[in-house]
């Protein structure tokens, strides 16, 4: 995803001019081979200083014969549309999608355009990108920041799908992954994409795809190309395309057979060394910002999940071929792995963030103002992060959610199902203390404010409560849905419960920073100078 910001072109790249973009999502895939449970999981941080928090379940519904689908325009592809009533905060108004798309006294956003709809649609969890439907089928998102066309803003005559409406209309019609590829191709090709690059990862029980899109010049149809992550390998994207080689009739790549042809005629077609149409270099898909923004998160999950390959963390260009599209995991990854690896900020390595006069007295793997910060996996932005997973013995199909920041969080599991209020109509611009995204963002703000010493008790928190979970989910083979989805909603009001007495807690021992042991908390460190 990509928060709002003011670009001007250079060289081969792009430079931003304000400090809100120097952060945006990481997104990642564990096939069922590669999962120690053998579930398979689609990850998504959603980090955006202007998203809207709001988790809404759009229910299932049956339409009359000759129904047409409205497609919204989104804010959070680049900036307000004033003009569509298309806003960040609430990111839609639409009354007929979902009752908690409904908001009196504001205007209804307004469509770029219509589709025929289907007799059904399924239900599904959205957000500012959908989630995960009631059959298992799982999205994750990230923008990719392509030097050849950075933003096509929608217009008359031109096309009328964002990635995150695309993704919508995947969930509400498609059972499985491939199905879902194809038909958001298909509506690619027919109706067009404004917008920026894309990647969705699309996942079901059985496999995973990566889909990575870009607008046309023209505004008319779209590039894309979907490539399969083969069984017991995990995939990561960190806001740069990672599909290379374009492989006509290999049957684990899907794209529109006249792909070639359109990247010739736009004067877009790069090869690799061995004469190959690839699809990195066509788009010129350069780091975005600052030399390590995406490829060293890519080399930090990939090193996480298999040390041995001892990938480089350093690399001489943005369209290296030394990361491998995806791996094989040392071991089967577990949850709690999954989850951490949302947690990261490069512990242990010659990058830790948490070391360094940068770092603060309190050892802070944040950074601040216009400089260009190397990024990591966790960020100071992150509005929400969720881990969907899909296997054969859940009674219903599950996504772990953290609000806020996941490293000063805690995951919260929830089926494809009615939420709690909490999740629901989520204002970031006014306190709600009953909202699931104010109970996490206090315990955040307050942990970043002295963050050695307050995060080892925030972590324990969390983990305790994560693996009553797990638990619990694990115990509830067999069970009705309609059980297990109140259960879990039971257990998601408890342990919000449980979070808004946590900050209460680190608030009185914490407050004004009166008893923190500052020797004890952090030890400073010598810097470590990086050299790319």
Known sequence: MKTRSVFISVALGVVCLTASCTEACTTTIVTRGASADGSTYVTHSN???SSDPSIVFVPAKD??????????PSAIAWDDLPEYA??????????ERA???????KARTKPLGEIPETAHTYAYIDSDYGVMNEHGLMLGECTNNSARLEYLEPK???????ASELGRVALERCRTAREAVRLMGSLIDQYGLWGTGETLLVADREEGWVLEMQPAPTGKGGFWIAQRVPDGEFFVAANQFRIRAVRPGDPDQIFNPRLPGMLKEAGWAAYDKKGRLDWVRSMKAVEDFHPYFALRRVWRALSLAAPSAKLPAKVKNWDTEAYPFSLRPDHPMTLTEIMDLHRDAYEGTAFDRRTGKNAGPFASPYRYGKTKWERSITSSNIAYTWIAQANDRLPAPVFWLSMSAPAESTYIPLAVAPLPEAYARNDRSHYDPGKAWWIAQQVTALTKGYYSAVIPKVLNAARK???????LVKSSSGWPKEVFTQVL???????????????????AEHDGGHGLDYDKAFRPKPDKVLKY
């Open 47 to 49: 980090d955006s200083y």
């Open 63 to 72: 339409h009359p014969a000759g129904a047409m689908r409205k497609v919204y």
């Open 86 to 95: 298309c806003f960040s905060n609430p990111r839609l108004v639409a009354p």
């Open 99 to 105: 009752a908690d798309y409904d908001y009196p006294g």
């Open 156 to 162: 008359e005559g031109r096309g009328i799908f964002y």
């Open 465 to 471: 409560g994560e693996q009553r979970s797990m638990e």
């Open 489 to 507: 909603r039971d257990n998601a009001e408890s342990a919000l419960s449980d979070w808004r007495e946590l900050y209460g807690k680190l608030l």
